[in-house]
């Protein structure tokens, strides 16, 4: 069903023609259609050789769904845990420019400020 889904083009029921259609020679507009695809080629190169030579050919389904618990990491939680730190790191640099923005700066430059604020008003007396 999956499969019949995402490779079924849209077509426009006015005029009859096809209005979006996947390209299917460009393996980067496929996206989860070419991994599926890539799956069935391998189950239908398997299945011949675990029923003609042995059992053991069971044994190279193996790396199916460890890849597809890579590529779940890859594509979602590795992003999510990115942005996670990206903001933690983004609220620190916040807070360092507001506690520079409120006068928390080098005790020298706050003397400095102090003594030319007292000259200012000794000079004006």
Request: charged residues 15%; contains cysteine.
């Amino acid at each position: 069903f999956f499969l019949t889904a995402v490779g079924k083009p849209t077509i426009n029921r006015d005029s009859g023609e096809i209005v979006e259609c996947i390209d299917m020679t460009n393996p980067q507009s496929l996206g989860v259609y070419s991994y599926a695809q890539d799956i069935l080629w391998f189950c239908w190169a398997l299945q011949p050789l675990q029923v003609l030579f042995s059992n053991h050919f069971m044994l190279l389904y193996v790396p199916l769904p460890l890849f597809a618990i890579y590529k779940v990491y890859a594509t979602f939680i590795s992003p999510l845990l990115s942005a996670r730190s990206n903001m933690a790191g983004m609220q620190q640099e916040q807070m360092m420019q507001q506690q520079q923005q409120q006068g928390a700066k080098d005790p020298r430059a706050r003397l400095a400020q102090r003594r030319e604020q007292t000259r200012g008003s000794t000079g004006r007396k």
